[in-house]
């Protein structure tokens, strides 16, 4: 049967829209950088893959058109709040349901409008691996800004969450004070920089030389709040995820930092009984609601 499913996903092609209101390309030309040849996107899931809470994921590869996907909360619940996500796939691929779809399930729950970022993967090869991620994560919030009125948004609670390679893109997009790319139209003129970044699970944080926080990852008084979750176990080192939080507190910039004992790796938000660091979005759920970002307009 899940062989039967993937022929007919790379037969008919995989339709990664689906559910969402409105998908924008990120850039309305050639996104910037330098040209690449990376194939035919498509899911290249093998029916022999790792289950993850007993069901299979999109492993979405080839991204070469970068868009964002859109998913509105019931008007009745939404607040104003936005997030881009950005899923993870250690710069290969992209886990689109795991870590990007389901999540916006979640916070439409929530009232939060989500923002499933489709970032340019592979990188690999190129140098550094994250400069075109987190120049498509710039670019989106930029764009999510731009659409204050017509979306019905709160321009100062534009978030950014990520997981693995998408928790380091998704830190790079909150602590980079630059833009990675010249302007290019109207919608630049709208700050680059999230509000706030929950990091799940985020990778490469630590200089596995030094033992230290990457030597390019700065922390200033500009940096927003965060939410970080870990696992102790998770062959992803805690160290990069402790190493940032040590770095925020220097700066006295405000942070809730979760380690859980056990996990591992890759869980997005399927909960699994034994597995305590699945409960994540709740606890995730309840710091948006201290911070105020789950407060609708004239509550």
């Not at 795991?98 to 929530?110: D, K, S, Y």
Request: charged fraction near 25%; glycine fraction near 8%.
């Amino acid at each position: 049967m899940k062989l039967i499913m993937t022929a007919m996903i790379l037969a008919f092609g995989l339709n990664t829209s689906v559910n969402a209101q409105e998908v924008l390309k990120v850039w309305p030309g050639k996104p910037s950088g330098p040209d690449r040849e990376v194939g035919p996107e498509q899911d290249i899931t093998k029916p022999t893959d790792r289950l993850i809470a007993g069901r299979r994921i999109i492993k979405l590869a080839n991204v070469s058109t970068p868009e964002i996907h859109v998913y509105f909360p019931e008007e009745s619940k939404q607040n104003g709040s936005s997030v881009v996500i950005c899923p993870g796939g250690g710069f290969n691929i992209l886990a689109w349901d795991l870590e990007g779809t389901e999540v916006a399930e979640w916070l439409n729950e929530i009232g939060v409008i989500a923002v499933v970022l489709k970032y340019r993967v592979p990188t690999r090869d190129q140098d550094p691996i994250w400069k075109a991620p987190v120049q498509d994560t710039q670019r989106a919030i930029s764009l999510v800004r731009s659409k204050v009125k017509e979306w019905n948004l709160n321009a100062d609670r534009v978030g950014v969450l990520g997981f693995s390679a998408g928790g380091h893109t998704a830190a790079r997009a909150a602590l980079t004070i630059e833009r990675l790319y010249e302007p290019i139209d109207k919608s630049d003129e709208n700050n680059f920089r999230p509000n706030s970044a929950m990091l799940i699970y985020p990778a490469y944080l630590n200089d596995k030389e030094t033992s230290a926080l990457a030597a390019d990852l700065n922390v200033d008084e500009s940096t927003p709040p965060m939410f970080i979750v870990h696992a102790f176990n998770d062959p992803i080192s805690v160290e990069g995820s402790l190493l940032l939080s040590l770095e925020l507190k220097r700066k006295n910039i405000p942070f809730d930092l979760h380690v859980y004992d056990t996990g591992g790796h890759g869980y997005g938000l399927r909960r699994i009984d034994d597995q305590p660091v699945t409960t994540w979005p709740d606890r995730c759920t309840d710091w948006l609601q201290r911070n105020g970002w789950l407060t609708r307009a004239g509550e």
